[in-house]
């Protein structure tokens, strides 16, 4: 099985050495899987299709995303805490005029 | 108490600055790497925010450090935020790494965990701070929350170098610098270097907004109902 995969990621690379010779590729040593993987490949998901089209872009998409939704619920959290502090604020001084 | 002019023209330099960052990350091209592609690009994004969680650590842990010296109880709230803030970046660091290897080294295996060491360790790291937010919440007399609170947050930023770093660089691991692999100073182009660091300057700007922001929340909520959780 690990045979396999690293047949499918040999394919890979061959595949990109071709287009990468001319512009000069930066030698790596990310793109080796894991030697401790021993899982069976599957034909690609219609999800993996997606995800591994135009040169994978959009993985960078949504680790964007993530963080941008990421950061949107912290600061609706915050948010929600200054609403109840506003209004216990309200309740221990009633006739304070804040301007708010 | 909290500079709040200070904080405004930081937070607006950082928003600039993030921006920029975003803008650089998607349009600058840098060779083609094999396997990895366009989510090179993630460089930019994933790794910030482990270099951020280490710096709130940092931060955190020098308010603990006060914590115990002063009994200040804006110390305690300025640790708490930290912890808090950093806390959600580690747990952004990993949902991005998850859907990072996902679909760069795991395709067509329908791994989305493949117990990387990285991955266990930060996953430990979390569960500490986890236990941090846990204690706290089961003290309830103030000023011994604060202390001993304040102790149990030191430890937590002793052990965060050893799990982060130190511990995972010598097991076999997909990151570089792992057994095996080399650092990344011998394999990344000058071009990404370029937005990389300037972009863990930005995320741990980020930081330091979004924890100032929540402290100012924190200490106005203290100063109503002499309450310092939040």
Known sequence: MTKSIVALFQNASQVAVTDSAATGTVSTAYDSLWTGADIPTQAPSALEQVMLSDEKIFVVLAVVLIIWIGVILLILRTDRHLTRVERSVAENIPDADDGL | ?230
């Open chain 2, 1 to 230: 108490m909290v500079n709040v002019k200070r904080y405004t023209v930081v937070r607006n330099l950082v928003f600039g600055w993030l921006t920029v960052i975003l803008l650089a990350g998607f349009l600058l091209n840098f060779p083609k790497i094999n396997i990895l592609e366009h989510t090179a690009r993630n460089l930019y994004f994933h790794v910030p925010m482990w270099f951020t969680m280490m710096a709130a650590a940092f931060v955190s842990g020098y308010h603990s450090w006060k914590v115990l010296q002063t009994g200040d109880p804006l110390r305690d709230i300025r640790a708490l935020q930290a912890a808090r803030v950093g806390t959600f970046f580690g747990i952004l660091g990993i949902t991005t790494g998850i859907i990072w290897s996902r679909f760069t080294w795991y395709v067509g295996t329908d791994v989305w965990w493949n117990f990387d060491p990285r991955q266990i360790m930060v996953s430990i790291q979390l569960l500490i701070y986890g236990g941090y937010f846990v204690l706290r919440s089961a003290l309830d007399e103030p000023g011994k929350r604060a202390k001993i609170s304040a102790v149990f947050n030191l430890f937590a930023m002793t052990a965060l170098p050893f799990l982060l770093y130190v511990i995972p660089r010598q097991m076999e691991s997909l990151h570089p610098g792992a057994e095996g692999n080399p650092a990344f100073s011998q394999i990344t182009h000058p071009v990404m270097r370029l937005v990389f660091y300037p972009a863990i300057i930005g995320f741990v700007g980020l930081f330091w907004v979004l924890y100032t922001q929540r402290v100012r929340v924190a200490w106005l909520k203290y100063r109503v109902t002499q309450d310092s959780e939040m």
